[in-house]
């Protein structure tokens, strides 16, 4: 699953260490980077360092959790919240492919071992296969037994929470380790018999599934093992879309803009772009965008019950179905979960019929389709053309290479000195720098902003590039200084790199790019900052709520002494805008969680962050998702603005309250809400980060009970006729508090 912490070993980083810093793989598309985790473990107790981090100033600090101490489950909360456990948890085709292939699995006493067991969901199923219970277990033998390790321990001490509910709290021994920390005679008593495990992500082999596949053959498991799953299978499909075309083609999209502003000048075309690499997503979210060009192919086979290969690799011979270009290559897969084949789960896209009856498949978050971009404007096939595809995975990825006839261009870098050099960054940040109406309103901005001002000093206080190079462009007079708190020497790299082709000397542009909390006037040439500006966009924080951008709020406040008197602030405000919605796949996938497959996982619903029934005074929190890809949603309200942010003023306490007006009958599942971001002082600009506009996540606040609006109420909503929302920012913590009550 897409979990914070990856449940088994990270193969990035050192195994053999006593303290392991767990870095988090790019992959995980719900990982929050306000958060990290050190370990620390010893022969008596393991340590927990989690580290929190102020999104408004970019500061962090280290807080302890011990084994044996429950600590402030205040802290642990929203850590836990922002992983795809609790969306797993709800997948209920899921849950029932893995108790029906246990329980054709696991059919007489013998020794289990599951490895990432989260919250022993699956271990208990394998217990309870065995007829095991608190009051028959005997954990001395090595018959009979279920080993659950875990290497997280605030998901550990969960998971024996929801082990003692269940009356399993002695008949399941748990681990707190990862699985190449097992040894046979110390953790475990002997080789496990069966393998129960849940160690898959969206690309399939993020989580380290190779790695952990092979350790547990070697080390863990008897000869010809049982487990579950049995197999997995991945395929693709060769896919013309604009869209996704334009989250990796930069220099294809600058070709269209006008404003004389090259983030990949000609010669440069490796300096920045998107990582080679499998994004998560939801493709049917765009299935009227996509064009299929080839029929869905088979690419690899992982056998879960041997030892796998660290590396593969397979040349396909694909037929094209249509005309087109080929920007990129749609996978999924399809997990065979018993021997004998008749249990299968597929993250396969709605428009695939597979011959294999997978059951129905219910929208979740936790597994999603991967997108391979192929270079540049992609690769143009003719109908009834004969492609080679090459796909080759190592222990951690799959990898794509599509090769025809037409030879490639070579690529030639004009400076030697950036050969080696490039700036990574997330597809849709590529996109936005590629969209020409948002690249215009920059222009236009920025322009008025300089009207009128000679020699002006310029701030760029987040880690726009693209503002970096247009300010010192459009002024040649001017002096440009960029903080790049984020990208710090990677964007000093960049901006040196491209500033003679975009027309800027060096001479007159500055990178801090250091974290200093203040800048003062020696920083500065000894000038007050007549214009302080910023998108504003934070490299690392694209899964955060969106109002963790008030961080250029917080920074402005920051600079106040070396601000000029008349200091030009853009974006001068920032709305906080809101919509009722109808959102029932989001909803389901975050509801309080009750029974799965005959087991009580009532306890871990605060911990999770689920919206439902939860007691006072606790709430679901406020997460942030691409509300275009959460499935079916509706408009319910008119869009309204809640909260105003006047950037220039010093940052302060705010409070808005709004009636709702309801526009249209439906069920109301809650509230979205974004920031509009006003470049200008006379409103004329707006770069809204709204659900219309897909470069961006939206913050949910998901209702505890759907309500109905305007229609017949039903036994699992409530009816409603209007609604109060009220929001509180408070600067201190940098926290959005959002109440509602309906009426």
């Keep these: 699953m897409n979990s914070l912490i990856s449940k088994t070993l990270i193969p990035s980083v050192s195994l053999r260490s006593k303290t392991l810093f767990t870095s988090i793989p790019d992959s995980l598309p719900n990982f929050n980077r306000a958060t990290a985790t050190r370990f620390m473990s010893s022969e008596s107790a393991q340590r927990v360092f989690q580290l929190r981090l102020d999104p408004l100033t970019g500061n962090s600090e280290w807080v302890v959790i011990n084994e044996n101490e429950e600590g402030p489950e205040s802290f642990n909360e929203p850590l836990l919240a922002t992983t795809s456990y609790l969306d797993m948890l709800n997948d209920s085709p899921r849950n029932r492919a893995y108790r029906l292939a246990i329980e054709k699995t696991v059919t007489k006493p ?8 989260g919250t022993g969901f699956l271990s208990m199923m394998a217990a309870r296969a065995m007829g095991l219970s608190d009051s028959t277990a005997s954990l001395g033998s090595s018959k009979g037994m279920v080993t659950a390790c875990e290497s997280y321990l605030p998901m550990v001490k969960l998971m024996r929470k929801v082990l003692h509910r269940n009356g399993m709290g002695r008949s399941i021994k748990v681990v707190n380790k990862r699985s190449d ?11 496990a018999d069966v393998l129960v495990s849940e160690i898959l992500d969206s690309e399939l082999l993020g989580e380290g599934l190779i790695p952990t596949l092979q ?11 049982l487990t579950v799953p049995y197999r997995a299978t991945t395929y693709g499909q060769l896919v013309e879309s604009t869209y996704l075309w334009k989250l990796h083609d930069l220099r294809g999209n600058e070709a269209k803009t006008s404003d004389g502003i090259h983030l990949l000048p000609a010669g440069f075309d490796t300096i920045l772009g998107v990582k080679p690499h499998q994004y998560p997503m939801h493709c049917d979210a765009i299935t009227k965008e996509i064009k299929l060009l080839s029929d869905p192919f088979k690419i690899f086979e992982f056998d879960f019950w041997k030892r796998p290969n660290s590396h593969g690799k397979a040349e396909l011979q694909i037929k094209a179905r249509d005309d087109g270009s080929v920007h990129a290559v749609v996978s999924w897969w399809i997990l065979q979960l018993d021997h004998e084949g008749t249990v299968f789960y597929s993250t396969a896209p709605q428009w695939i019929n597979s011959p294999i009856n997978t059951g129905d498949r219910d929208w979740c978050d936790h597994w999603k389709q991967c997108v391979w971009f192929l270079p540049g404007k992609g690769v143009f096939i003719s109908k009834g053309q004969e492609v080679l595809l090459e796909a080759i995975h190592t222990d951690t990825s799959i990898s794509y290479n599509l090769k025809t006839l ?3 261009t070579d690529i030639i870098q004009h400076d030697n000195k950036f050969e080696d050099f490039q700036l990574t960054l997330p597809p849709e940040r590529v996109a936005i720098y590629g969209d020409s109406n948002w690249r215009l309103s920059m222009l236009t901005a920025l322009k008025n902003a300089l009207q ?35 990208l710090r020497d990677r964007g000093a790299q960049c901006i040196e790199a491209v500033a003679s082709a975009n027309g800027c000397s060096m001479c007159h542009v500055k990178v801090i790019g250091n974290m200093k909390t203040c800048l003062t006037m020696g920083d500065t040439w000894h000038k007050k900052v007549d214009l302080l500006i910023g998108e504003p966009y934070y490299y690392g924080n694209e899964g955060m709520l969106p109002w963790q951008n008030l961080r250029f709020w917080k920074e402005r406040t920051m600079l106040y002494p070396i ?16 919509c009722a919605m109808s959102l029932p796949d989001l909803w389901n996938s975050r509801c309080c969680l009750n029974e799965i497959e005959g087991f009580d996982h009532s306890v871990v619903n605060t911990t999770l962050g689920a919206c439902g029934e939860l007691p006072a005074p606790k709430e679901g929190p406020c997460l942030p998702f691409p509300i275009w890809q959460c499935g079916e949603i509706k408009e ?33 599942h809650g ?5 509009d971001w006003v470049m200008d002082a006379d409103n004329a600009i707006v770069l809204s980060t709204g659900p219309d506009h897909r470069y961006w996540k939206q913050g949910v606040k998901l209702l505890a009970k759907p309500v109905a609006v305007g229609i017949q109420r039903s036994e699992c909503t409530s009816e409603s006729v209007s609604a109060v929302i009220e929001a509180t920012f408070s600067p201190a913590s940098g926290e959005l508090i959002i109440k509602h009550v309906f009426s």
Excluded at 110 to 117: E, K, R, T, W
Aim: proline share 7%.
């Design 563 to 578: 601000l000029s008197k008349d200091v030009l602030i853009m974006p001068c405000k920032g709305m906080l805008k809101a």
């Design 215 to 225: 350790h547990a053959h070697d080390m863990l498991l008897v000869q010809n093992p």
């Design 671 to 675: 509230f979205v809400l974004w920031i």
């Design 636 to 668: 319910l309200s008119e869009i309204f603005t809640l909260l105003e942010f006047d950037c220039s003023k010093p940052i302060s306490p705010c409070y808005g309250q709004v009636q709702v007006k309801f526009t249209e009958p439906g069920i109301c």
């Design 110 to 117: 013998c020794h289990v071992l599951d490895i990432g067991a």
């Design 406 to 408: 037409v030879p490639r």
């Design 181 to 191: 920390e097992l040894k046979v005679g110390v953790d475990i008593p002997s080789r």
């Design 452 to 486: 009128g001002r000679d020699s002006p000093l310029c701030v760029v206080a987040d880690d726009s590039i693209f503002l970096t190079l247009l300010a010192a462009n459009l002024s040649k007079t001017s002096h440009v200084i960029s903080l790049f708190p984020g």
